[in-house]
């Protein structure tokens, strides 16, 4: 496998997300059976916009990391297995639910297995 398609996934992955939670704020919320108010909005928009940055990021890895790129992977892959945790957490206590939740805990699951086969090269 291609070293930076993991790197490639994710920032488009990002990308995708930074846009719903930017454009389409109340509904891509609402898909996660989360309570749409003011403070919720501003909240994901600027979620959204981190998310933007962590995808910019991950595109960019692969071509500015050179001989460190697997350390950059285990990086990446830790950073996605804390966020499956948050996520598995907040599933098991009813705090989010819904088709969305469930498609991004297997696609973030996928994506750190992928950064931690790929970083032991």
């Not at 997300?17 to 930017?22: I, K």
């Not at 957490?89 to 994506?111: D, K, Q, R």
Request: with cysteine; charged share 5%.
């Amino acid at each position: 496998m291609n070293p930076s398609l993991p790197f490639r996934i994710f920032g488009g992955v990002s990308f995708l997300r930074a846009a719903l939670f930017l454009f389409m704020t109340e509904r891509y919320l609402a898909s996660a059976g989360v309570t749409v108010s003011s403070d919720t909005f501003v909240l994901a928009q600027g979620l959204g916009v981190t998310t933007l940055c962590l995808g910019i990021l991950a595109w960019r890895a692969p071509d500015i990391a050179g001989n460190a790129l697997n350390a950059f992977g285990q990086l990446f892959g830790i950073v996605l297995a804390i966020y499956v945790a948050f996520l598995g957490y907040n599933i098991v206590t009813g705090t989010v639910s819904g088709t969305t939740v469930y498609v991004l805990i297997v696609v973030h699951i996928a994506l750190a297995a992928m950064f931690f086969m790929n970083s032991k090269k």
